[in-house]
């Protein structure tokens, strides 16, 4: 990892409870990524950002789900009104600005691991 | 839908190298081959990537066949930190892109 950060690591509530992950990108890098992966399951794209931009959100759940990337600050996942389904591993990576070469290579943070109740 | 074909699982012995194979017959002109990997219950660590040349880095090496039908992931030492799901990827790169996972191959290192 490239110094990607995620917090909280573990994250427990309550079924109908907000759960918020928090991603902190590499320096200097401007796109951000999330993705889940369910137990025994493979990871699988959620939502890709650029600074206060959503650019493609093709694999986000319709309802309870949002993301934002702030000008200022971490990028935000949160779910509303989480159910035990929602328990999963959460990463986030991100990558530089820039649109050509090998400077879009994602580096992947540690991931939020949510367990719901 | 991810764009490649690879071994649920494999085998190796510590010291050996490792070769990964990836079937990935649909490529495009465009598309680079990534390979990432997924030491338990941590985030997934990039590897590699390459066009068509074959690519050498502090990690491993990457041999991408003539037509670039199929490609190999080599480590040529491995040791049981090896020991985690490998994913190869296509995609295009210039223009940040979301990365399609497949199921990977689950590599064992054995002592």
């Not at chain 1, 999330?34 to 890709?48: N, S, T």
């Not at chain 2, 990935?24 to 590699?48: C, K, L």
């Not at chain 2, 490609?71 to 979301?98: E, F, M, N, W």
């Amino acid at each position: 990892n490239a110094g990607v950060m995620q917090n909280p690591r573990h994250l427990v509530r309550r079924r109908g409870q907000e759960a918020r992950l928090r991603c902190s990108p590499v320096k200097g890098h401007s796109h951000v990524y999330w993705y889940r992966q369910l137990p025994e399951e493979g990871l699988k794209f959620m939502v890709y950002l650029q600074k206060e931009n959503i650019i493609d959100e093709s694999g986000m759940p319709k309802e309870r789900f949002s993301a934002e990337f702030p000008k200022e600050g971490p990028s935000i996942l949160r779910i509303q009104q989480v159910v035990r389904g929602d328990s999963a591993a959460y990463f986030c990576a991100s990558s530089p600005p820039g649109t050509s070469g090998p400077t879009d290579t994602q580096y992947f943070g540690p991931g939020t691991r949510l367990t719901v109740l | 839908d991810a764009k490649t074909t690879q071994p649920p699982s494999m085998d190796c012995a510590e010291g050996r190298a490792a070769n990964l194979p990836c079937n990935h017959s649909t490529i495009s002109g465009n598309e680079y081959v990534y390979w990432y990997r997924q030491i338990h219950s941590q985030g997934p660590q990039y590897i590699i990537h390459g066009l068509k040349n074959n690519e050498t880095n502090e990690m491993a090496s990457l041999i991408i066949t003539e037509d670039r039908k199929s490609s190999t992931l080599i480590l040529p030492h491995a040791t049981l930190r090896d020991t985690a799901v490998y994913y190869c990827i296509v995609r295009v790169t210039g223009g940040a892109q979301k990365l399609v996972f497949g199921q990977g191959t689950r590599l064992t290192i054995n002592p």
